[in-house]
């Protein structure tokens, strides 16, 4: 199985919207969330100025954070049919 790596800038290209002025920091956000999810091998950092991301294992950490929030919304749903 062979990773589909992209760069830095193509990342921010494919998944920062347009619009959005400070993209660098937008980026590092994203890299924390998968971070803080256990999503370790989504960012490759091979060298000290050079990083790639592992697209496969980012879609999987979108399927999972959206997963994780409809349950999270439904639980709070659920909760507040009960008062």
Sequence with gaps: MSLELITEEEFIRKYIPANTKEKKQAF???????????YTDV???????????NERRYQ??????????????????LTAAKF
């Design 43 to 53: 960012f490759i950092k091979p060298y000290y100025n050079q990083i790639f991301v």
């Design 28 to 38: 590092a956000r994203k890299k924390q969330d998968c971070l803080d999810m256990g």
């Design 60 to 77: 999987d950490f979108l399927i999972e954070k959206s997963r994780r929030n409809y349950e999270e919304r439904k639980a709070a749903a």
